[in-house]
Every structure is written in C-alpha cells, then in structure tokens.
C-alpha cells in the first residue's frame, strides 16, 4: 500500500509540472515562443485554451496580447500576439520566461525539415527516438544556448493517419491541425522554443495544399486573416543584424523539375527585392538553388529548375553572401563557381534522410559548376559562432557531438570533416 502511495504521490507531482501554466480564469498556456519579424522586430506569440489572450509580463508590467487568431475547426485554441520593444530585459506569459533577441548574435544555430514523416505507405518510427530524433535534437541544441534559431522550414510531415495497428506510431495524429502541429513541431521543439528566438522559413509542406494555413496561423510573418483564402507566397522580408541582414524568402511553392513562367517572374521579382537589401545578406529559403541529391542506383541530381530560371538573368544579387536551405534531407556545404554565394544545406532535422556523395567537388548543376562541396550522412543541426568578420560553421550530431568544421569568411566555405 504505502509502495503504491508513493507511486501516485510521484504521478501527482510529475503531472503538476507538466501542466501548462494556467491563467487565474483558468485557461491554460499551451505553447508561446519569440519569433522575428519583418523590419526588425520581434513578437511573442502564445497558443491559449481559453477565452481571451493573457497578458504578458514585459519588464514587470503588464502588457496585454492582441489575439492573431481565433478559435477555428482544425485549431480550436487562441493564438496571441505581442510585439517586445528593443530592449527589453525580461518578458513572460503565465510564468512562462521569452527568449530575448540579440540583434548582434553570435551563436546562431540552423535546423530543417524536422517532422516525422507518415504518408501513404511511408511510415517513419515516431515513437522511437533514435529514428524520429528531432526531440531528443531539441534537447541537446538548446543546452548549447544559441542566440537564435533558424528553421529552414518543413514542420509538419503527418500527412496520412498512422495505420491501423502499427506500433511504430501509434496514437499518432494527422492532417493540417493543431495536434499534428503540436506532436510534430511545438513539443518536442519546446526546449529549444524556450531557449532561443526563431526564424521560421516556409518548407514545401507548409504549401496551402498540405500544411499552409497552419503554417500562415501559427508561424507566418505576416498578420493572419482567417476569412482570406491561403496563399502560397509569401514576398521576402529582412531582419536586420549586426554585421549582416538575413533575408527570408518564401520558396516554398518552386517546383523543382520544371520551371512554370508565371512563377519564375514571380520568383526573380523576390530576388530583385533581396537585391535591394543592405549587405552582407544570408538568403535564407528552404529549397536550394542547386542541391544535390542521390536517387537509387547512384543516380545523382540536383538543382531546382524554377529558382535556377529565375536568376539565369541577373544571377542572385552581389549583396548576397550566403545561401541556407533545407528541404535535401542531409549535410551540405558548397561552394560554385562564377562567383556565385556558397550554400548550406540543413536538412537532416528529423524526417528520413537522403543520400548524396560525400565529396560534391566537379560535379555541375545546372549550368553551375562545384568547385568543392562536402556532404555527411546522418540526423543532426549546425552552430554557427561569430568571430569577428569570421563565423565558424560546426556540423553537429544529434547527440551534439562536432563530425565537421567549416570556416566562413569572404564568401567562402572552407569545410574539414573528422
């Protein structure tokens, strides 16, 4: 008896914290974050289950919310909003601590394509951590205390009901809703949500025909508007740093075999908008210009046909001194030639992997040549550290163990791996 006293006593206590704060009418915090905004901004945002937003504590005054969102069939929770002044010291929702930006940061840490992926026949391991790791990933990065996180985007992956019977995701949901968001990206990323502002870059499963009005809900820059149809596009934005300006740039919907006119104006008109941007800039967007995957047989492709036409005339702009992508399911660090921005490639959050060939120097693209390109196998995450005009890349495991050092420094990769 006294055995199974102490066990509930335990059960009890585990189960008071891990329940979400709650406000004094009872509703409940279900996840809040910090995210950048366009022009330089931050803003706090909070999933509420309740009535009305709470207030944020914004250096120990109380700041109301805004609500972004009502409640809605596939998301029946309040999403709220505060924009944080510069310079702010301290901000939390129901007890919650924020994540403060850096506008100088100096440890910036770069992840993609996290979620666990069920469609049709294709079946990932959710519950089993060594194959769904992004969890156990959130976990280790955010020990490391970046900065500020940038996604490069593909949250959601749970597509398809898990199948009847198979262990392997059992209680899984599905479908663009607040809990496939919730299991696939908001808990197990909580970790890293609390440690670290983000930037969220939008994959091509946050397209309106999968995920994308829950991904313009919940994470996308721009004011949402439940009555307005969603929209795949999403023009670029810049967020203004120390030293540098990180564009964001909605690639989501660029086809990557074929090359459709009307999204090819559409496309370079985005990157003539980056152009205008102060420089240096890291254009970040989740699909690359020219990745390289490898298919089955050794068949090696690579290169996104509609990104690819829509620089061929005035090439990515000269302000631009560096590309990072997602969306290739591995490590990739390249340099090209014809003085084209090096690209990294971070796509080996959490979804199963690709393959590509380790050593990418020679190979062409496109009408682009590599002149070297690494690439290493395996799930994990880079830490970008600022020294001065140098920043050094660390290609991390998901145990957060170092496999690669890449020095960058005037518009160049220099990569060395264990």
Known sequence: MWRLLCA?????????LLSPPAHADGSLLLSSWVQMAPGGWSEARA???????????????????????????????LLCAVTLP?????????????????????????IGDTGCRIKGWTVQACNDPAKWPFPHIAQVAAKLKPDLVIHVGDYLYRESACPSGNRACAGSPSGDNWASWQADFFAPAAPLLAAAPFVFVRGNHEECARSGKGWLRLLGPLSDDPK???TDHVAPWGIPMAGLTLAVMDDAHAPDPVA?????????????????????????MHRPIWGVVQLGFGMVVGGNRTMMAAQNEGGIPDNVSLLLSGHIHTFEAINYQKDAPPQIIAGEGGDLLDQAPRDLSGRTV??????SGL?????????LTRDAERWSVEVMTADGVREAHCAFVNRHLDCHAK
Do not use: E
């Not at 496109?366 to 002149?371: C, D, E, R």
């Open 366 to 371: 496109g009408a682009l040549k590599i002149s």
């Open 47 to 77: 999933v509420v289950h309740g009535a009305k937003c709470p207030d944020a504590v914004i250096d120990r005054a109380d700041t109301p919310m805004r609500l972004r969102a009502p409640p809605a069939p596939q998301f029946a929770n």
């Open 375 to 383: 690439s290493l196998p395996g799930y994990g995450f880079l830490l």
């Open 228 to 230: 307005a149809p969603c």
């Open 8 to 16: 509930l006593a335990v059960t009890a206590f585990s189960i008071t």
């Open 260 to 284: 459709p006119g009307d999204l090819v104006t559409l496309y370079r008109a985005d990157l003539a908008a980056v152009g205008k941007m102060a420089p240096p800039v890291w254009l970040a």
């Open 86 to 110: 510069k310079g702010a010291r301290n901000a939390s929702i129901l007890g919650h601590a924020l994540p403060l930006p850096d506008f100088a940061p100096h440890r910036i840490m770069v």
